[in-house]
């Protein structure tokens, strides 16, 4: 069996249609349950969980959902930020079309932004929008309950 390689790109435009997908196909309005909130000082904010963190037990006990969320999600977010605050061009352009931008050398190249920055960037946004996929799907829309 061989291996298939993809690039980067391809991965981050995925789980960016993938987002947008899940946002458009709802036919109601679903309360935030899990978008990369945007504040009002140019930095994204981890969003709410749906429930509260021993609400998920006993699938997920009260330690592991509050480091996942504070820890590991969080700290995605707080690195999106930091490399956003070296480019203030770019603090308010959504984190979706961010992320499909990233791929297109003209954008980079416009935008004057570093091959690390494009990588943390990539990782660590891809990482929020996943997350942000992962609170919306661990609980029902129309119940909470997990």
């Not at 309360?31 to 930095?43: A, D």
Request: glycine share 6%; charged share 10%.
């Amino acid at each position: 069996m061989r291996a298939v390689m993809v690039k980067p790109e391809s991965v981050a435009l995925t789980v960016v249609f993938l987002f947008l997908a899940i946002q458009m196909s709802s036919a109601t309005k679903i309360p935030n349950r899990g978008c990369p909130t945007f504040t009002g000082n140019n930095t994204y904010g981890s969003p709410p969980l749906p429930l509260p963190y021993d609400g998920y037990m006993p699938a997920i006990d009260n330690e592991t959902m509050w480091l996942h969320y504070n820890r590991h999600a969080g700290g995605a977010i707080t690195n999106v930020n930091t490399v956003l605050a070296r480019y203030p061009a770019l603090q308010p352009v959504p984190l979706a079309y961010l992320l499909q931008q990233l791929g297109a050398p003209t954008f980079v190249k416009r935008y004057n932004i570093s091959a690390s920055d494009v990588t943390a960037l990539r990782n660590n946004g891809g990482s929020t929008i996943n997350h942000a996929i992962f609170w919306r799907i661990m609980t029902t829309y129309n119940t909470s309950k997990p």
